[in-house]
Every structure is written in C-alpha cells, then in structure tokens.
C-alpha cells in the first residue's frame, strides 16, 4: 500500500500518529518519507525514490535466496507434488 500525507508539522501528534500506524497494521515495516515545502519532490522523483527501496529490497532477497537454476528435463509438477506429500509436512 503506498499513501501521501500532507500535513503541517503542529499536525503530526501522537493521535495522529498512531491513526498512521493502524493503516499500515499489516505491514511489518513502512517507509516514511518528508520533504519541506521548498523542496517538494516532483511525481516523478517520488516514484524514482520508490523504485530505488523496491529495487535495494529485490537486492536483499536474492541475496538471501540466490536464483538457481533448473535443468530443462525436470518435472515441475514431480517437485510440487513432493512439496505437497503428505508425510511431507
């Protein structure tokens, strides 16, 4: 979920604050972002700044679960059965 705020800075309260926190209540982790009136990033920086944390986050993954490769005569359907055994679980 992505969300833009604009708020005054005698607006940011504890009350609010936590009105922020129970939108993103199924997120384990929320990026914020503020940038003062005189310099407001444009859309398109703001989408670039998204890209980057998504693209860093991709980064990260691969280098916890490294991409393998399969070779061309394995059967998928075989492993996701063997996945899904029974006594598997």
């Known amino acids: 979920m992505e969300a833009t705020?604009?708020?005054k800075p005698d607006e940011l309260t504890p009350e609010w604050?936590?009105?922020l926190k129970s939108q993103?209540?199924?997120d384990k982790t929320i990026t914020i972002t503020a940038t003062s009136p005189e310099k407001p990033l444009s859309v398109e920086q703001q989408r670039a700044a998204?890209?980057?944390?998504m693209f860093e986050r991709l980064l990260e993954t691969q280098k916890k679960?490294?991409?393998k490769e399969l070779a061309?005569?394995?059967d998928i359907?075989?492993?996701i059965d063997e996945?899904?055994?029974e006594g598997n679980h």
């Open 5 to 7: 705020f604009v708020v």
């Open 17 to 19: 604050l936590e009105q």
């Open 24 to 26: 993103f209540a199924g």
């Open 50 to 53: 998204t890209q980057r944390g």
């Open 65 to 67: 679960y490294p991409p």
């Open 72 to 74: 061309a005569d394995i």
């Open 77 to 79: 359907n075989e492993l």
């Open 83 to 85: 996945l899904n055994w």
